[in-house]
């Protein structure tokens, strides 16, 4: 299959899964994560309609930004250093991995520098697996307090990334967590400056449907699209 034909196919699922969930698709962005993909496929898939790119490397994501123009969105999904911020500071639309107050510090710091607000999602270790980035979910809503108001960051949603599954629906239950923390720290949230919790970062190649399923409104697709990585 092309690109073009993996990116239609996707569309379709997420379609087909939104509108099981009785969904409008309408609000679910696809971000193809094109790490480790070579700009010439990545331009196949703007072609298809692609928008939004997600990056896990900084420095990779800092050499991709000057191919394409202003129409395309940059999203950073994986762990971040904090000496590494600078890198996409001014470019990413948004970031999907904040999970510590030091690299909000920077985050606050860098983007203030460049004169932006950095939309930012907190990502949430739902499973609590040793390995895994991402805050466990008690310290969500502490967190949340204690960055609300930083001129530099706005968080507008959760992310996770759920635990690899043979079958999906093993995973539901960690979106649907993820969904419900997002709806608690909503309410215990309420009024704070600079919190807005509208998205949803969760599902991927194998598990993308059911967190359609879930209410996810970003779906962060790398292998659907682009093939197994090298
Ligand atoms: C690589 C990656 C993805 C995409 O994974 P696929 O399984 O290729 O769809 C999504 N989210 C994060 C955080 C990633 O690192």
């Known amino acids: 299959m092309t690109i073009a034909e993996r990116v239609a196919a996707v569309r379709e699922r997420i379609a087909a899964a939104a509108a099981r969930a009785g969904r409008d698709p309408g609000e679910i962005t696809l971000v193809a994560v094109s790490k480790t993909v070579p700009v010439a496929a990545m331009r196949e898939a703007y072609a298809a309609g692609i928008r939004h790119f997600g990056e896990n490397r900084a420095q990779e994501a800092r050499d991709k930004?000057?191919?394409?123009?202003?129409?395309?969105?940059?999203?950073?999904?994986?762990?971040?250093q904090t000496n590494k911020v600078k890198y996409i500071a001014r470019h990413c639309h948004l970031l999907h991995s904040l999970d510590r107050l030091a690299l909000a510090q920077e985050v606050d710091r860098r983007a203030s520098r460049c004169g932006r607000v950095l939309p930012c999602l907190v990502e949430v270790?739902?499973?609590?697996?040793?390995?895994?980035?991402?805050?466990?979910?008690?310290?969500?809503?502490?967190?949340?307090?204690?960055?609300?108001?930083?001129?530099?960051?706005?968080?507008?949603?959760?992310?996770?990334?759920?635990?690899?599954?043979?079958n999906p629906e093993e995973v539901?239950?960690?979106?649907?967590?993820?969904?419900?923390?997002?709806?608690?720290?909503?309410?215990?949230?309420?009024?704070?400056?600079?919190?807005?919790?509208?998205?949803l970062s969760m599902g991927m190649t194998d598990d993308f449907e059911v967190a359609v399923e879930e209410g996810a409104t970003l779906v962060r697709i790398g292998r659907a699209i682009f093939g197994e990585r090298g």
């Open 172 to 199: 539901r239950p960690v979106f649907r967590r993820l969904r419900e923390l997002a709806e608690e720290a909503a309410r215990q949230c309420r009024g704070l400056p600079g919190i807005e919790l509208r998205h």
């Open 65 to 80: 930004f000057p191919a394409f123009g202003d129409d395309v969105h940059w999203h950073f999904v994986g762990r971040l």
């Open 125 to 166: 270790n739902v499973a609590g697996e040793a390995t895994k980035a991402g805050l466990p979910p008690e310290k969500v809503i502490p967190f949340l307090h204690q960055v609300a108001g930083w001129p530099g960051l706005r968080v507008v949603g959760l992310m996770t990334v759920a635990p690899r599954a043979d």
